[in-house]
């Protein structure tokens, strides 16, 4: 097809091969008598048609077969995840390698319908639907395409955690790293300790905008998931062939867990009883303590997470890992005869110990640990992968040793940095990462040898919301960046200075017809609307050019 064409049809992220039908009767219609078959393995792609397409449509999309109908089937020489579509006259097919490949086809024929097939209802009765006559084949780049939410700092409502599987879905997303934990707060019921969401998952106040500003929400905030809640938001993103990534952050960003249970904490240095949960932003100084019972604690935190985290859907566990000052460690007559009883040389080695006993106690239970790249620093575990954040160096080290990495730099795609420079941008965060700043972004640096790039696992864009209070801030800051990057996650891509943005932004148009049809604070193109605005409140704007690290 013509570029024209292309754009015309508005697909995000843009497939690898959309061919013309030849000439015919023009655009393939739906209507009343439109009938859904689903072959062997395909039920559950029929049943989510039905759910979303069909109660946009208004269209009962009965079961049977025939060239007025959608044939959903399973084809094993496509990979798991490639999908076709064919629209050529005849009953519509949707095709895939496996059930997820299928799901990522239907989005796409989602998309082909027009923006209005993202409603939750038909907003006109009698409308006719029509598809165009295209032949779509398809496939990702990457296997990992994340995006990881922090409702640590700010918790946000299971409904709200369920829209995000939907929207990660409708970008071809597949993995959700749900960060549960931090100094702000304890999120995922855990029974046998009862106070780390009876005391831990509440502050009494919260830093309004970067922690240098001399406001206050003087409201209590907080928020847990139980544990039923956590199994219908792991069954819901399964349905949607979405993976979840549970994180437990040890030993840092502690201090939450800290103040629930005093005896994880450093002790001999500090009355831990003290501390309640953290009610500012930055680097917390109280960090666990380097015990054994603090390992045993949570082992049973862990044993839990395991269970509502099925190993099928959640390969992967995530611990964490960053931003551990060593200050009580130092200070610490226990820290430092543990040094001295494991035979290590420092405090670095000590954070080491730490990460590879749960590296092995997670293998152990048929699981991969997976941590912030400064799980490197005293010597990576060996079953380990890693979450490069710092820039690409801790992903390009640990590639090159082996260690299967995921590529999500915060110079590139973390969301909470600001969209662009302007004085309405609300609180402003780090470096300006424009839209097209994210559509030029490339997980797999240059250089990088053909075996490290093997385990290059794929990317993920990261959300951390200290200053995202409502649903509405989160999306105006994911927003539209995340369709940039779940093209680039997808989409095979040229080079970043030969990518054709003004295409994308092109094809963007109808892209944001769909964000709207799915109720999505976006921030528009122009700049934000005044309600998106933050005047007055304190942000913490870096300039220039964000570092290559």
């Known amino acids: 097809m013509t570029s024209e064409d292309t754009t015309a049809l508005g697909l995000i992220p843009a497939p690898r091969k959309v061919s013309r039908v030849p000439p015919g009767p023009g655009p393939h219609p739906l209507d009343e008598e439109t009938v859904l078959s689903a072959g062997p393995g395909a039920e559950g792609v029929a049943r989510w048609l039905r759910a979303t397409v069909g109660a946009a449509t208004g269209l009962p999309l009965r079961e049977g077969t025939g060239d007025n109908g959608i044939a959903l089937s399973l084809d094993e020489a496509l990979a798991p995840e490639a999908y076709r579509v064919v629209v050529d006259g005849r009953a519509i097919r949707v095709e895939g390698g496996g059930a997820a490949g299928l799901f990522w086809g239907a989005q796409t024929f989602r998309q082909l319908l027009g923006p209005d097939a993202f409603r939750r209802a038909p907003i006109a009765q009698g409308r006719t639907w029509e598809v165009p006559m295209v032949v779509i084949e398809d496939e990702p ?24 599987l939907d929207l990660l879905a409708a970008h071809k997303l597949n993995v959700f790293h749900f960060h549960l934990t931090d100094d702000q707060g304890w999120r995922i019921e855990i029974k046998r300790y009862p106070r780390l969401t009876e005391t831990g998952a509440w502050r009494s106040r919260t830093k309004y905008g970067h922690r240098a500003s001399e406001l206050w929400d003087e409201t209590p905030h907080g928020g847990y998931y139980t544990q039923d809640d956590i199994r219908e938001i792991v069954a819901y993103a399964a349905e949607r062939h979405i993976r979840v990534v549970p994180e437990i952050d040890v030993p840092g960003h502690s201090q939450a867990a800290i103040s629930a249970y005093p005896e994880l904490g450093n002790t001999d240095v500090i009355d831990t009883t003290t501390l309640s949960v953290w009610d500012t932003w930055g680097i917390n100084p109280n960090v666990l303590a380097p015990t054994d019972n603090t390992l ?21 566990v995530h611990i964490g890992g960053d931003e551990c000052p060593k200050d009580q460690w130092q200070q610490s007559l226990t820290a430092k005869n543990q040094i001295v009883d494991l035979g290590l040389k420092d405090e670095d080695e000590l954070q080491s110990w730490f990460i590879r006993h749960f590296d092995t106690w997670l293998t152990e239970r048929g699981r991969r640990l997976i941590g912030w790249d400064e799980i490197l620093e005293g010597g990576l575990p060996p079953n380990a992968a890693v979450s490069s954040w710092r820039g690409y160096g801790g992903g390009i080290a640990a590639a090159e040793a082996g260690h299967d990495v995921v590529m999500c730099p915060e110079q590139q795609v973390y969301l909470d940095h600001r969209q662009d420079g302007g004085p309405d941008e609300p609180m402003p965060i780090g470096f300006i990462r424009t839209l097209e700043d994210v559509y030029r972004f490339e997980p797999v640096p240059p250089g990088l040898s053909e075996e490290a790039t093997r385990h290059i696992l794929g990317t993920q864009a990261n959300v951390w919301t200290e200053v995202m209070q409502t649903r509405a801030r989160v999306d105006y800051q994911v927003f539209p960046r995340l369709a940039a990057f779940s093209e680039v996650a997808w989409s095979a891509l040229p080079a970043p200075d030969e990518r054709d943005f003004a295409a994308f932004d092109a094809r963007m148009a109808a892209h944001y017809a769909r964000l709207d049809a799915l109720g999505v604070d976006y921030r528009p193109p122009a700049g934000p609307l005044p309600w998106q605005r933050r005047p007055g409140v304190l942000g913490r704007p870096l300039e220039g050019p964000p570092p290559v690290v």
């Open 141 to 164: 780049r990457f296997p990992w395409r994340g995006l990881m939410l922090d409702v640590a700092r700010h918790f946000m409502p299971k409904d709200d955690v369920l829209r995000y």
């Open 296 to 316: 045993r604690f949570f082992e049973g935190v862990l044993e839990e997470v395991l269970e509502l985290f099925p190993a099928e859907t959640s390969p992967f």
